[in-house]
């Protein structure tokens, strides 16, 4: 079993809409978990962290459910720079960080 | 400008060939990492260096040797390639204790031929 599983999408969604999409975890020892972005051709740059009680950054929403193994992400009033790879990743400690496949999100005009 | 730089951007070399990636970081961290990214797989930590010491070798083959000579200055020497080696090789650096608030490089594209 992969140590974190992405629906690889595409997510294809006008501007304006909601998009949210998941990643699994394995190790249910995992102590951190974040959200990165990935532009086509670029490296990927760190978007937000995700916190039990779940937190909110704009228009970006982060859930974590650690029962179930399962961090969420949720873009509202989608842009069209929100276009972009989304990758899921999870930390055991303080120097590893263990990243899903990702999950590209298209918003058309 | 991310603070970390990598050369070469994009590098085609043969099966027999010897090469050598560099990365660079201007921001003061003191742990510098390589990932490797293959169309459609995640990312895959290959190394980890921490205040100059290897501290992490995720079984990577004998033909990827990093070196870090100080803190600001990573390399991975390739040697032998295998077309399947074909990917782009991040650098990233972050404060020891800090991996999630790494901050990438813009990757070197590796074509094996």
């Known amino acids: 079993r992969k140590e974190v599983e992405q629906d690889p999408g595409p997510f294809n969604v006008p501007e304006g809409a909601t998009v949210a999409f998941n990643c699994t975890y394995s190790?249910?020892?995992?102590?951190?978990f974040f959200w990165y972005r990935q532009d086509c051709r670029k490296e990927p740059k760190l978007l937000m962290s995700v916190y039990s009680s779940g937190n909110e950054d704009g228009r970006f929403t982060a859930q974590l459910n650690r029962a179930s193994q399962y961090i969420s992400l949720l873009i509202r009033d989608s842009k069209l720079s929100d276009s972009a790879t989304y990758l899921c990743?999870?930390?055991?400690?303080?120097?590893?960080?263990?990243f899903g496949a990702g999950t590209t999100v298209t918003v058309r005009a | 400008e991310t603070g970390v730089t990598q050369t070469p951007r994009h590098l085609v070399m043969g099966m027999t060939n010897k090469k050598s990636l560099k990365c660079e970081q201007h921001?003061?961290?003191?742990?510098m990492y390589w990932y490797k990214q293959s169309a459609k797989k995640p990312l895959e930590l290959m190394f980890v260096?921490?205040?100059?010491?290897?501290?992490e070798n995720n079984s990577v083959p004998s033909r990827f040797s990093p070196e870090c000579p100080n803190s600001s200055h990573l390399f991975l020497h390739l040697h032998t390639l295998q077309p399947e080696d074909s990917a782009l090789y991040l650098c990233a650096s972050s404060q020891a204790d800090r991996a999630v608030k790494a901050f990438f490089g813009q990757g070197t594209r590796l074509t094996v031929v």
């Open positions: 921001l003061g961290h003191n742990a």
């Open positions: 260096y921490s205040l100059e010491e290897r501290v």
């Open positions: 990743v999870v930390s055991p400690n303080d120097y590893k960080l263990s």
């Open positions: 190790n249910s020892a995992s102590q951190s």
